[in-house]
């Protein structure tokens, strides 16, 4: 069984970085789609951006230029490199995957994320 747990949340002023990780047990990263989402306070959840199994990234378009993810294989994790932040970034973020069944062949194995991290907080002051 697939779980994932997020670090690295908290507070950060305008401009600053952050660098979010989510490391998963049950399951190396490599056999995983994952994501990362956030949710600002009255807001929809809205996904930020994607990791294929296969190492391939997708961005939601707002988070081209000062979002990066990127996977370490051998720390078992995901990671989201926040730069430039600004307040508009403040929201509970958090990490999604699936596990890639053998006959799956849709890109980011169609988005369909059935294991969520507990979220966590992420603040910014202007």
């Known amino acids: 069984q697939v779980q994932l747990v997020e670090s690295g949340g908290g507070s950060a002023q305008t401009g600053g970085s952050l660098r979010l990780s989510c490391t998963a047990s049950?399951?190396?990263?490599?056999?995983?789609?994952m994501a990362w989402w956030r949710q600002a306070p009255g807001k929809a959840r809205e996904a930020v951006a994607h990791?294929?199994?296969?190492?391939?990234?997708l961005y939601e378009g707002y988070a081209t230029g000062r979002f990066t993810i990127s996977r370490d294989d051998a720390k078992n994790t995901l990671d989201l490199q926040i730069d430039r932040l600004k307040p508009d970034d403040s929201a509970s973020y958090y990490c999604?995957?699936?596990?890639?069944?053998?006959?799956?062949?849709?890109?980011?194995?169609?988005?369909?994320?059935?294991?969520w991290g507990q979220g966590m907080q992420v603040t910014v002051s202007s």
């Open positions: 999604a995957a699936v596990v890639r069944a053998p006959n799956m062949r849709l890109g980011y194995c169609g988005f369909a994320y059935d294991v």
């Open positions: 990791y294929d199994s296969t190492a391939s990234v």
């Open positions: 049950g399951s190396p990263v490599t056999r995983l789609c």
